[in-house]
């Protein structure tokens, strides 16, 4: 399975500015800063980055972190082609030399060794040193380094080390104001802002519970996915039970009552 994915998009990525993201963002590039976004899942950082290569019109590489990601996944390795060794470049260092933005999510779930190799990249030297190669690359005008975790979900064994954090600018991020998580809603899910409404009290609701059970609380992105159910006739209250209640929790008692509460806020 791939770990990276380039991304260029024709048009503008749906985003909706909640504080001075943008403008921080847009300075830390500018100044070669590497961006660390802080904030739960589901609330909107990767498509805040797509937004923001769209705006700074650079090309995005995204590398979905994991376990078992590896040094040599990231910078690259030898492989062999038509009986050759061939030198074949890694999403990171294909962004470096191309001046793209490269952005890895969840960078904590990476193994620690993978990480340190950022720290050089990430600091005022903005270099990738290809020890397989014998070379150090400096990142071509227009990289920038972004990474993103979520602080609330992970483990203190699964942590940025302080060393990786100084290299950079932090932008925190969290659920947008309801009156603009509606309008998100409605127009990426396509639905009326009634129902729109509706979804927003419900996940406000299960994000005031506490001790509830859940490691996550209902995020803009399943909410978003309820919509889309809406949108194709279901009501909300089983769009909900499948797209909300089912994905965030496998615990009889804890969805138990989180589809007692889908009956007292949507229930038609």
């Not at 590896?70 to 910078?75: C, K, N, Q, R, W």
């Not at 890694?90 to 990480?115: F, S």
């Not at 809406?230 to 009501?235: F, K, P």
Request: proline share 4%.
């Amino acid at each position: 399975m791939d770990t990276a994915t380039n991304q260029k998009h024709d048009s503008q990525p749906y985003y909706v500015a909640v504080n001075d993201e943008e403008k921080i963002f847009t300075a830390a590039f500018n100044q070669g800063l590497s961006i660390l976004l802080k904030g739960p899942t589901g609330c909107g950082k990767t498509r805040f980055v797509e937004a923001m290569a769209h705006k700074l019109r650079r090309p995005l590489v995204t590398v979905s972190c994991h376990d078992d990601l590896t040094t040599a996944d990231l910078v690259g390795r030898f492989l062999l082609n038509g009986g050759k060794t061939e030198w074949v470049d890694g999403p990171l260092t294909k962004a470096v030399r191309e001046g793209a933005i490269c952005y890895l999510d969840e960078v904590v779930e990476a193994r620690k060794d993978t990480t340190v190799v950022l720290h050089p990249l990430a600091d005022y030297r903005r270099q990738l040193p290809l020890e397989r190669l014998g070379i150090t690359l400096d990142a071509a005008p227009g990289f920038c380094l972004v990474v993103s975790y979520n602080p609330g979900y992970q483990s203190v064994l699964k942590d940025l080390k302080d060393s990786t954090r100084q290299r950079m600018v932090a932008i925190e991020f969290d659920f947008p104001a309801p009156e603009v998580e509606e309008r998100i809603l409605a127009v990426e899910a396509g639905i009326s802002a009634a129902d729109a409404a509706k979804l927003v009290r419900f996940a406000q609701a299960i994000r005031r519970l506490e001790n509830a059970g859940l490691r996550e609380v209902a995020s803009t992105r399943v909410l978003i996915a309820a919509g889309l159910l809406m949108r194709e006739g279901l009501s909300a209250a089983v769009a909900a039970k499948t797209a909300i209640a089912g994905p965030l929790s496998d615990d009889a008692q804890v969805t138990k009552g989180l589809i007692k509460m889908i009956e007292v806020y949507l229930n038609d």
